[in-house]
Every structure is written in C-alpha cells, then in structure tokens.
T-cell receptor, first 116, second 109 residues
Framework: GAVVSQHPSRVICKSGTSVKIECRSL??????MFWYRQFPKQSLMLMAT?????????EQGVEKDKFLINHASLTLSTLTVTSAHPEDSSFYIC????????????FGDGTRLSIL | GQNIDQPTEMTATEGAIVQINCTYQ??????LFWYQQHAGEAPTFLSY??LDGLEEKGRFSSFLSRSKGYSYLLLKELQMKDSASYLC??????????WGAGTKLIIKP
C-alpha cells in the first residue's frame, strides 16, 4: 500500500532552535500534503495544506512565518518550526493523498518535538 | 458550520462487538473515513464510505447513511490490541478532511 515516510521521528532541542521535518511519499505522487499537530489526548489539528509548486494554505491561528512549509516536488514536503519554544512541543504528523481527491490520506509516523 | 460528533470514550469486553457512531455536518460531502490511532502513533486508515450501506473488511465494518449524516464503525471479535482511539472524518467539497475528536475504545479482558 501507499507509504509516507516522515523524518525525524523524535527531536529534542533547546529553545530558539529551528527544526525541519520532512515528509515523503514513497510510492505515489502526492499533489497535496497536510501538516497536523496533535497535543496529548486531543484530536488532530490541521495546521496547513500544502500543494506542490504553490504556497501553503494555513489554518486560522497558525503563524505562517513560524511554521514554514515547502512542497517543492510531488514526493516531498517539509515543515520548519522556526525559533521553537517550549509551547511548540507537540506531535507533528504529515499526511498525503494522490492525484484523485477522494482517496484516503496516508500518514507519516509523526515527529515528536520536545523543546527544552 | 462543519461539525463531527462521536462519543468520547467507550468500553467493551474482549471477544464482544462494539459499534462506534459518528454524525457529521459538512459543506459538501466526498466520503466518510475511519482511522485507528494507538497512543503516541499516527493514525492508520481503516475504511472509506461514499455510498450508503455497509462495507465489510474482516472484523471491521463501516456503515454510511448520507441522508441522516450518520456513520458507524463496527468492530467484531474484539481483541486487546483494538484498544485505541477511533477517528471519524468527513471529506468536504474541497476534499479536505474534517475530523471528529476521536473515540477512545477501552477493551477489558
């Protein structure tokens, strides 16, 4: 089945550091990738929708200058958390679906980000 | 507005059957998805319904009634490993998923 690879799986770093998370679709072309954040015991919260070759669409309340998204190819999207602070500590998950809109989203394994 | 409702938590016994309900209201409709999420892990896809009726896949079945804005996930022969959160999501007219808060399913021996 379709596979989405997300890297790294875990990051622990100091406050003020910028962290880049990669999301790759391994066996299909992902025209759209989604970035979610999930706090403990809460549901997924969509941060932004990323379309290949165009600017990401951010959800209300998500700072686009803090969470930089790049979707340079049909198989790779990156999320960079700039100048991360402890309140940015969370579980970040990417997902992707292929060329046909009503296909299931396939999720990466997630990145657990801990800012000290 | 857009809204997905599902119970917060359910408890069932190993070997039994449990039904998790989901009601939805979204702008347009392009299908209803169910995902399973174990604690600390990413969600995994379980089922997709776009037409009314029951879709069976092994121990798991999913039902959809578009006229009622209603779906359920049916889990048979429950196993301890089925303890997880089950997320209902409706795809709207923009092909974006609107997520429910998830139902935490606790399986007891």
């Amino acid at each position: 089945g379709a596979v989405v690879s997300q890297h790294p799986s875990r990051v622990i770093c100091k406050s003020g550091t910028s962290v880049k998370i990669e999301c790759r679709s391994l066996d299909f072309q992902a025209t759209t990738m989604f970035w979610y954040r999930q706090f403990p015991k809460q549901s997924l919260m969509l941060m932004a929708t990323s379309n290949e070759g165009s600017k990401a669409t951010y959800e209300q309340g998500v700072e686009k200058d803090k969470f930089l998204i790049n979707h340079a190819s049909l198989t790779l999207s990156t999320l960079t958390v700039t100048s991360a602070h402890p309140e940015d500590s969370s579980f970040y998950i990417c997902s992707a679906h292929g060329l046909s809109g009503n296909q299931p989203q396939h999720f990466g394994d997630g990145t657990r980000l801990s800012i000290l | 507005g857009q809204n997905i409702d599902q119970p917060t938590e359910m408890t069932a016994t190993e070997g039994a059957i449990v039904q998790i309900n989901c009601t939805y209201q979204t702008s347009g409709f392009n299908g209803l998805f169910w995902y399973q999420q174990h604690a600390g892990e990413a969600p995994t896809f379980l089922s997709y319904n776009v037409l009314d009726g029951l879709e069976e896949k092994g121990r798991f079945s999913s039902f959809l009634s578009r006229s009622k804005g209603y779906s359920y996930l049916l889990l048979k022969e429950l196993q301890m490993k089925d303890s997880a959160s089950y997320l209902c999501a409706s795809m709207d007219s923009n092909y974006q998923l609107i997520w429910g808060a998830g139902t935490k399913l606790i399986i007891k021996p």
